[in-house]
């Protein structure tokens, strides 16, 4: 696992002719990259240092896009907004993130080491990816009519008497934006881990039990250490799209609860493409950022 | 079929040429090729919000000029974002009066020329000169009598005094006001005040649209008496501060259930139960009521906030297209479309060619204020009020005559849209 990074493979030192094939074969990839990734991310960071009016973007180097997002930020008394705003999308962030490695690690596990034959295996994990035949909004405005004032939880306990007043909290709060991530996205969660699973060579956890380990010994001496590539990659998914996020928090928030990219999405209705730019910048570096971590965390390349 | 006409006409003779030709005129005549027909017919594209894009009206369109209306529905915010970022994605646009302030200035709009618009001077005198019945009414904020002239028709600078270029052509336009349920509130509502009621906590909503929910809320700080602004329309940074502050505490205080930005989000609410009380545009109050469920769209004391839209053409409009255009909006105030849109409860901009397409007891309910004599329907058959019911607001002159302020955008509109945010994540 942790050797020395191996020599330079052997095929691109001796073999120039077939090393040319290969960056042949890897231009076009690299040229749609460059074209509509890499040259659009360096407009978007030209941008936010531009000014800009009512109505236009005015060409110049500036930082006060950048000072105006973290104006006020140095009081001590009141957080400022943007600080607000990451805290807000961080906490939802680790929260959904927790919950969905919880129930999609266990819904794995079930997957890979209970369930005996492929059929039934292939069957289930169809299961699990029919919430995605529907789309994405239609899921999140379903759980309205379950969670709203009348709706059927609040009809529900109220019937059985179990409360006397509609319960508020069940929508449009941070409960109801965890809920609907939390269904959005254990998905992303499952697939990678079951799929690390299943690669698991069986004989490993037999020669676990055979030396005497728990169940539970196993689990985390075995299969958590060896599922770890598809834990970090579910965990880059979950929260890349957690963070970006601002239809879900807004509609299963009643659009009270802020986050960036809600923000990011009114200031370009407003024309405000540099402060939007600026904006997405510090995004993206907070998010890469977190992604290098996790990355350092297992090596990615090498363990696929 | 084109590539085999090539393979057939390369290297052959004129004559035979021409027989290929001949043939093919035979098989165009008799029309099996519909396809190559309207390639001829103009196709205008039309942008705007989906809210005034009716399938009835384009197709009405089609069957009396046959020209076809391509729709491209986008948000309010986004047709001002299209205007000013591509202005050739359109060939007509229909946007409100506000959003001039930030599309003229970029020169992306044409003048249109009221000598090629028929009815030009028939449009109501709200749009021209700011009165309803012989009375002007508030011109707080973006009025249109102040951006619908332009100095020339290729001009970026509104002008002062009419003149032969109009920056839109009027569609439609009223008076919001909030919505209730009178069945969960049980009590007389007459200011807007009352949406930040304690009384209401927890089942008031506002839209999240900055532009125009910042007004609303002005609306209501000035009806709870904490401050009266010059122009609510133009606010000073304090004032926002101000008006920012009143709506942060109320929201702290859990005031609000939920905000919304879309036309279905307010009429889910509103029919659920979850709000009793909120910001809300007319055909929004329709859709809840053709559900069953009673919903007012309240007359208050202090006034409305009125909006307009209307068409624009782009700069680069020119030849059939720019023909086609003009025929639309001739077609468009010649009354089939004004009646239309008078019966789902908007206003047209010109009101005498609409009451000719409309019955004699509809015309009474929707624009005199009379109770209805008979079942009030909507374009599509619903039923909107049964005999006797009286339209909320009253007649036409009651209506708009009580226009308080005009959805705007202000010289502080970056510090606004940064406030508001702060509000959202307060």
Same mark, same amino acid.
């Given at each position: 696992?942790?050797?020395?990074?191996?020599?330079?493979?052997?095929?691109?030192?001796?073999?120039?002719?077939?090393?040319?094939?290969?960056?042949?074969?890897?231009?076009?990839?690299?040229?749609?990259?460059?074209?509509?990734?890499?040259?659009?991310?360096?407009?978007?960071?030209?941008?936010?240092?531009?000014?800009?009016?009512?109505?236009?973007?005015?060409?110049?180097?500036?930082?006060?896009?950048?000072?105006?997002?973290?104006?006020?930020?140095?009081?001590?008394?009141?957080?400022?907004?943007?600080?607000?705003?990451?805290?807000?999308?961080?906490?939802?962030?680790?929260?959904?993130?927790?919950?969905?490695?919880?129930?999609?690690?266990?819904?794995?596990?079930?997957?890979?080491?209970?369930?005996?034959?492929?059929?039934?295996?292939?069957?289930?994990?169809?299961?699990?990816?029919?919430?995605?035949?529907?789309?994405?909004?239609?899921?999140?405005?379903?759980?309205?009519?379950?969670?709203?004032?009348?709706?059927?939880?609040?009809?529900?306990?109220?019937?059985?008497?179990?409360?006397?007043?509609?319960?508020?909290?069940?929508?449009?709060?941070?409960?109801?934006?965890?809920?609907?991530?939390?269904?959005?996205?254990?998905?992303?969660?499952?697939?990678?881990?079951?799929?690390?699973?299943?690669?698991?060579?069986?004989?490993?956890?037999?020669?676990?039990?055979?030396?005497?380990?728990?169940?539970?010994?196993?689990?985390?001496?075995?299969?958590?250490?060896?599922? %770890?590539?598809?834990?970090?990659?579910?965990?880059?998914?979950?929260?890349?799209?957690?963070?970006?996020?601002?239809?879900?928090?807004?509609?299963?928030?009643?659009?009270?609860?802020?986050?960036?990219?809600?923000?990011?999405?009114?200031?370009?209705?407003?024309?405000?493409?540099?402060?939007?730019?600026?904006?997405?910048?510090?995004?993206?570096?907070?998010?890469?950022?977190?992604?290098?971590?996790?990355?350092?965390?297992?090596?990615?390349?090498?363990?696929? | 079929?084109?590539?085999?006409?090539?393979?057939?006409?390369?290297?052959?003779?004129?004559?035979?040429?021409?027989?290929?030709?001949?043939?093919?005129?035979?098989?165009?005549?008799?029309?099996?090729?519909?396809?190559?027909?309207?390639?001829?017919?103009?196709?205008?594209?039309?942008?705007?919000?989906?809210?005034?894009?009716?399938?009835?009206?384009?197709?009405?369109?089609?069957?009396?000029?046959?020209?076809?209306?391509?729709?491209?529905?986008?948000?309010?915010?986004?047709?001002?974002?299209?205007?000013?970022?591509?202005?050739?994605?359109?060939?007509?646009?229909?946007?409100?009066?506000?959003?001039?302030?930030?599309?003229?200035?970029?020169?992306?709009?044409?003048?249109?020329?009221?000598?090629?618009?028929?009815?030009?001077?028939?449009?109501?005198?709200?749009?021209?000169?700011?009165?309803?019945?012989?009375?002007?009414?508030?011109?707080?904020?973006?009025?249109?009598?102040?951006?619908?002239?332009?100095?020339?028709?290729?001009?970026?600078?509104?002008?002062?005094?009419?003149?032969?270029?109009?920056?839109?052509?009027?569609?439609?336009?009223?008076?919001?006001?909030?919505?209730?349920?009178?069945?969960?509130?049980? %009590?007389?509502?007459?200011?807007?005040?009352?949406?930040?009621?304690?009384?209401?906590?927890?089942?008031?909503?506002?839209?999240?649209?900055?532009?125009?929910?910042?007004?609303?809320?002005?609306?209501?700080?000035?009806?709870?008496?904490?401050?009266?602004?010059?122009?609510?329309?133009?606010?000073?940074?304090?004032?926002?501060?101000?008006?920012?502050?009143?709506?942060?505490?109320?929201?702290?205080?859990?005031?609000?259930?939920?905000?919304?930005?879309?036309?279905?989000?307010?009429?889910?609410?509103?029919?659920?139960?979850?709000?009793?009380?909120?910001?809300?545009?007319?055909?929004?109050?329709?859709?809840? %009521?053709?559900?069953?469920?009673?919903?007012?769209?309240?007359?208050?004391?202090?006034?409305?906030?009125?909006?307009?839209?209307?068409?624009?053409?782009?700069?680069?409009?020119?030849?059939?297209?720019?023909?086609?255009?003009?025929?639309?909006?001739?077609?468009?105030?010649?009354?089939?479309?004004?009646?239309?849109?008078?019966?789902?409860?908007?206003?047209?901009?010109?009101?005498?060619?609409?009451?000719?397409?409309?019955?004699?007891?509809?015309?009474?309910?929707?624009?005199?204020?009379?109770?209805?004599?008979?079942?009030?329907?909507?374009?599509?058959?619903?039923?909107?009020?049964?005999?006797?019911?009286?339209?909320?607001?009253?007649?036409?002159?009651?209506?708009?005559?009580?226009?308080?302020?005009?959805?705007?955008?202000?010289?502080?509109?970056?510090?606004?849209?940064?406030?508001?945010?702060?509000?959202?994540?307060?």
């Amino acid at each position: 696992m942790s050797t020395a990074p191996s020599p330079s493979l052997p095929v691109s030192t001796h073999a120039p002719g077939r090393s040319i094939a290969a960056w042949w074969q890897a231009t076009p990839l690299a040229a749609v990259f460059v074209l509509f990734f890499l040259v659009p991310l360096m407009l978007i960071l030209m941008v936010s240092f531009w000014d800009f009016n009512q109505y236009e973007m005015l060409p110049g180097f500036t930082i006060k896009n950048y000072i105006s997002i973290f104006d006020g930020c140095a009081s001590p008394v009141d957080m400022c907004v943007t600080l607000k705003t990451y805290l807000s999308t961080f906490k939802f962030s680790f929260l959904v993130w927790l919950i969905t490695l919880v129930i999609g690690f266990t819904v794995s596990y079930f997957l890979a080491f209970h369930v005996r034959s492929a059929g039934a295996q292939t069957l289930l994990f169809v299961l699990c990816t029919i919430p995605f035949w529907t789309s994405n909004v239609i899921r999140m405005i379903s759980w309205v009519p379950l969670l709203g004032r009348n709706g059927l939880v609040n009809q529900t306990l109220l019937g059985m008497g179990a409360i006397n007043q509609p319960i508020e909290w069940l929508l449009f709060s941070s409960f109801s934006v965890t809920l609907a991530f939390v269904h959005l996205y254990t998905m992303f969660m499952i697939v990678p881990i079951f799929n690390s699973m299943m690669r698991i060579d069986r004989s490993l956890i037999e020669a676990a039990s055979d030396s005497g380990a728990t169940a539970w010994q196993t689990l985390w001496n075995v299969i958590v250490p060896l599922s %770890r590539t598809g834990i970090i990659i579910g965990s880059i998914f979950v929260i890349t799209i957690v963070m970006g996020d601002f239809v879900t928090i807004g509609v299963m928030g009643g659009q009270q609860i802020a986050s960036i990219g809600k923000i990011i999405q009114v200031q370009t209705s407003y024309l405000q493409f540099p402060l939007a730019a600026a904006n997405a910048v510090i995004l993206l570096a907070i998010v890469l950022m977190i992604i290098w971590a996790l990355t350092r965390l297992v090596d990615i390349r090498k363990e696929l | 079929m084109s590539d085999s006409l090539k393979d057939i006409t390369i290297g052959t003779t004129g004559v035979q040429r021409r027989s290929v030709l001949k043939g093919t005129a035979g098989i165009l005549a008799t029309g099996m090729f519909p396809a190559v027909h309207a390639q001829e017919k103009i196709v205008l594209r039309y942008l705007g919000t989906a809210v005034n894009q009716d399938k009835a009206i384009g197709e009405k369109f089609e069957k009396d000029t046959g020209i076809k209306i391509q729709y491209v529905a986008v948000t309010t915010d986004d047709v001002t974002k299209r205007a000013v970022t591509a202005p050739n994605s359109f060939d007509l646009i229909d946007t409100e009066y506000f959003s001039l302030k930030n599309i003229v200035p970029t020169g992306n709009l044409k003048g249109i020329d009221t000598k090629r618009i028929k009815n030009a001077d028939k449009i109501t005198s709200l749009f021209t000169t700011g009165m309803v019945a012989g009375k002007a009414v508030g011109d707080q904020g973006t009025a249109p009598k102040k951006v619908i002239y332009l100095e020339g028709e290729k001009s970026k600078v509104f002008a002062k005094s009419p003149t032969q270029y109009m920056s839109l052509i009027p569609t439609v336009y009223n008076a919001d006001t909030l919505g209730i349920r009178p069945d969960l509130i049980k %009590r007389p509502i007459n200011s807007w005040a009352e949406l930040l009621n304690p009384e209401f906590k927890g089942k008031a909503a506002i839209l999240n649209i900055p532009s125009i929910g910042i007004m609303d809320a002005a609306m209501v700080v000035e009806a709870m008496g904490i401050y009266k602004y010059p122009d609510k329309g133009n606010m000073t940074k304090k004032e926002i501060d101000l008006t920012i502050k009143t709506l942060i505490e109320a929201k702290k205080a859990g005031q609000f259930r939920s905000l919304w930005k879309d036309f279905n989000e307010s009429v889910n609410l509103m029919a659920s139960g979850e709000v009793v009380i909120q910001s809300m545009w007319s055909p929004a109050v329709t859709a809840v %009521r053709t559900k069953g469920i009673a919903c007012n769209f309240q007359p208050l004391k202090e006034g409305y906030r009125a909006w307009a839209a209307g068409f624009g053409l782009p700069a680069t409009l020119s030849g059939k297209k720019l023909d086609g255009a003009y025929e639309f909006i001739n077609w468009f105030l010649d009354g089939w479309a004004g009646a239309y849109l008078n019966r789902q409860g908007y206003y047209s901009a010109v009101l005498d060619t609409a009451k000719s397409k409309m019955e004699a007891y509809e015309w009474a309910y929707w624009m005199e204020g009379k109770p209805a004599t008979q079942d009030i329907k909507s374009p599509t058959g619903d039923v909107l009020a049964k005999a006797g019911q009286i339209r909320d607001g009253g007649s036409y002159e009651a209506r708009m005559g009580g226009i308080a302020c005009w959805n705007a955008v202000m010289d502080e509109n970056n510090y606004m849209v940064q406030k508001w945010n702060e509000f959202v994540a307060a």
